[in-house]
């Protein structure tokens, strides 16, 4: 009996374990998606741009700044890096609900550089758990819509608003701003949106070479 017990274990440490290195690997079929590329920020570290070009990342967006506050310290070394590598890039800002759009759109304006050949800007709504603050939903778009003007505005560009799950049920987003979208979850398409969406984040675990730990692993629908 011991010996079953054991070799159930086994079994079961085997199979999470394959899966485990699958999911580190995993990525949408290039038949499926054929642009891909990935979501980057100081918290990935010192990142090889030449080699993870040549891992087959099409693009990267990069964090710029998360609400009104805080600047990627990172940003303009990543930047440059994207550039060099011929990759093309674009600007992430991580909104706030606990900051006013003005303020956030100042940050985003002063961090990033007016760039014709950069990809449109990117804001990401989130629920920050460090931010308690739930606006009413017509508050936050109006709010939002301000911020997407200012940003648009500086940039040259439409944006895309990438959103997540919890957030989008909460503010129903796809319903309220006229906007692409860019929606999250993991190997499986996302259905979530009132709109479907343009851009994916199909995995949070990748593990590519070129770049420390996991990134988040976007393709663009076809």
């Not at 499986?188 to 420390?212: E, L, N």
């Amino acid at each position: 009996m011991l010996v079953r017990v054991a070799l159930a274990l086994t079994l079961v440490a085997v199979l999470a374990l394959a899966l485990f290195f699958y999911a580190r690997n995993w990525a949408p079929s290039r038949d499926d998606y054929p642009v891909q590329g990935l979501t980057v920020s100081s918290d990935n570290g010192p990142i090889d741009w030449g080699t993870l070009a040549a891992q087959g990342a099409d693009f990267a967006y990069i964090r710029a700044a998360k609400g009104a506050d805080w600047r990627d310290p990172d940003f303009a070394v990543n930047w440059r890096g994207a550039r060099t590598a011929g990759m093309r890039y674009g600007a992430m800002l991580e909104f706030s609900l606990c900051r006013l759009a003005s303020d956030q759109a100042t940050r985003f304006m002063t961090t990033v550089p007016r760039d014709n050949a950069a990809l449109p800007p990117v804001i990401r709504l989130a629920f920050d758990p460090t931010c308690t603050a739930r606006p009413g939903r017509d508050l936050l778009l109006s709010e939002l819509n301000t911020l997407v003007n200012l940003v648009e505005s500086h940039a040259g560009k439409t944006v895309l608003l990438n959103v997540t799950e919890d957030f989008d049920k909460s503010y129903d987003i796809g319903s309220g701003i006229n906007r692409t979208l860019w929606l999250d979850g993991n190997f499986f398409p996302p259905d979530y949106a009132t709109r479907r969406w343009v851009m994916w984040t199909a995995s949070d675990m990748r593990h590519i070479d070129g770049i420390d730990g996991p990134v988040r692993w976007d393709v663009v629908a076809p």
